[in-house]
T-cell receptor, first 112, second 116 residues
Framework: AQTVTQSQPEMSVQEAETVTLSCTYD???????LFWYKQPPSRQMILVIR??????QNATENRFSVNFQKAAKSFSLKISDSQLGDAAMYFC?????????FGTGTSLTVIP | GAVVSQHPSWVICKSGTSVKIECRSL??????MFWYRQFPKQSLMLMAT?????????EQGVEKDKFLINHASLTLSTLTVTSAHPEDSSFYIC????????????FGPGTRLTVL
């Protein structure tokens, strides 16, 4: 069975500081993709960043970057220069076998 | 980017009535659509996967007779909650993937269902 685990239900960060959200996953598949989604209060799911498992290089999107440790099955999200608009629920997800598996989410608060 | 719409965004109904939620891919053809249910402050729970022209595949524990899914075209999937009860009140989200970006799903804005 595929599982995605987010061990931090809540996190907070000072505006302009850096925060890292943790995610681990478990899959027996060799072909899979990893994602971080953001869900603001509007509840619209927004793709933050994506990582192909076959790529060794960590994905980066502006202030968002990941630390992909394939052997450890770890996929953490780093948010640099945090902004008030980054406050949201963040979900880690794994896509494999034509299905997406979501973690339980991390609620991020940004302190002005 | 690809856009997915849902209608209605919010619906309130009496217990015992049926409610239909539409999910449309506006600028692409969706080979597969997913329906999720989300309770407050919880993660997304996959209810079913639907492919155009075929029967939906339901997750374990989801009543297929209660949550009817029809994927009639490559741009439209509908979820009908039949004989809704208060425990069906939830936030329902659909998503779609294309044949080109099969590993990226595009989410609708969600539908809040309240059953009185």
């Amino acid at each position: 069975a595929q599982t995605v685990t987010q061990s931090q239900p809540e996190m907070s960060v000072q505006e302009a500081e850096t925060v890292t959200l943790s995610c681990t996953y478990d899959t027996s598949e060799s072909d899979y993709y990893l994602f971080w989604y953001k869900q603001p209060p509007s509840r619209q799911m927004i793709l933050v960043i994506r990582q192909e498992a076959y790529k060794q290089q960590n994905a980066t999107e502006n202030r968002f970057s990941v630390n992909f440790q394939k052997a450890a099955k770890s996929f953490s999200l780093k948010i640099s220069d945090s902004q008030l608009g980054d406050a949201a629920m963040y979900f880690c997800a794994c896509y494999t076998g034509n299905q997406f598996y979501f973690g339980t989410g991390t609620s991020l608060t940004v302190i002005p | 980017g690809a856009v997915v719409s849902q209608h209605p965004s919010w619906v309130i109904c009496k217990s015992g009535t049926s409610v239909k939620i539409e999910c449309r891919s506006l600028d692409f053809q969706a080979t597969t659509m997913f329906w999720y249910r989300q309770f407050p402050k919880q993660s997304l729970m996959l209810m079913a996967t639907s492919n155009e022209g075929s029967k939906a595949t339901y997750e374990q524990g989801v009543e297929k007779d209660k949550f009817l899914i029809n994927h009639a075209s490559l741009t439209l999937s509908t979820l009908t909650v039949t004989s809704a009860h208060p425990e069906d009140s939830s936030f329902y989200i659909c998503s779609a993937i294309t044949g080109y970006t099969y590993n990226e799903q595009f989410f609708g804005p969600g539908t809040r269902l309240t059953v009185l």
